[in-house]
């Protein structure tokens, strides 16, 4: 059995293929660490360079995701690949907005078989207000983004198992897309602020909210009615399990 991030990758990346794409921005030059053969470990840490909030875009292919907030920077990163699967980190300031996004063309350029090394592990700044899209592959995938302070949240999942946490304390409303592909996804909303859900398509697949209940063709929180903040979740359901769970 292979470690998690060695991923044996090939047919399902054909499901992804179609939805990749990079935009241009400054190269960030990563820090090369020494690791097993054919594997290498290489970090980021972007300055935000006085920008006073963030737009971040982030696509990984195939492998093993986790995001988090507590950044000191715009970005702080690890990225574990094979030698041939360096990922591609820009960043620029625009307008005061932290333009920063991160993919992988070598993957993304063709389908890739066999095993692979593919792990990333990426913190987000947590004192600016963010704009974030994930579009991920095949793989596992953890966004936590209880110490991100996002604004609209897009999120395009692939093959495998994702969990979404964007439970924590929010000042201020939140907009969210969320489009799930074949696999499993869990997402985590707060209990503390009104929250609604809004299915677009049935799927294929069970489907709970825990913590939720209808009101007409959506899912509101207790807290919905009454709550100055909002968040505003739009799901459009896939194949395979979709579990809402409203939590502290």
């Not at 990079?22 to 990563?30: K, S």
């Not at 333009?99 to 004192?127: H, T, Y």
């Not at 999120?155 to 499993?184: K, M, N, Y």
Request: hydrophobic share 40%.
């Amino acid at each position: 059995m292979m470690r998690k991030g060695l991923v044996i990758a090939g047919l399902l990346v054909v499901l992804f293929a179609g939805v990749l794409g990079t935009t241009g921005c400054t190269r960030v030059l990563l820090e090369d660490v020494e690791g097993p053969s054919g594997v290498e470990t290489k970090n980021a840490s972007i300055p935000l360079d006085g920008a006073e909030r963030l737009d971040a875009r982030i696509t990984m292919p195939v492998g093993e995701f986790t995001l988090t907030g507590g950044g000191t920077g715009a970005m702080d990163a690890v990225f574990t690949h094979s030698r041939d699967w360096v990922p591609r980190t820009e960043y620029s300031v625009e307008s005061s907005t932290g333009v920063l996004r991160v993919d992988q063309p070598a993957v993304s350029e063709r389908i890739p078989f066999g095993q692979k090394a593919n792990q990333w592990d990426i913190r987000l700044a947590s004192a600016i207000p963010v704009d974030l899209n994930v579009e991920l592959g095949a793989g596992q995938s953890e966004i936590d983004l209880r110490d991100v302070d996002v604004d609209k949240l897009d999120v395009l999942t692939g093959v495998g198992e994702t969990t979404i946490d964007l439970s924590g304390a929010r000042t201020h409303d939140v907009t969210a897309r969320i489009e799930a592909g074949l696999g499993q996804l869990t997402v985590r909303v707060p209990r503390g602020i009104g929250v609604r859900l809004t299915s677009i398509s049935d799927g294929i697949g069970d489907f709970s909210a825990e913590g939720l209940h209808r009101d007409g063709s959506d899912y509101v929180n207790d807290a919905y009615a009454t709550s100055t903040t909002k968040m505003e979740i739009t799901l459009h359901r896939g194949i395979g399990e979709v579990r809402v769970v409203s939590v502290p």
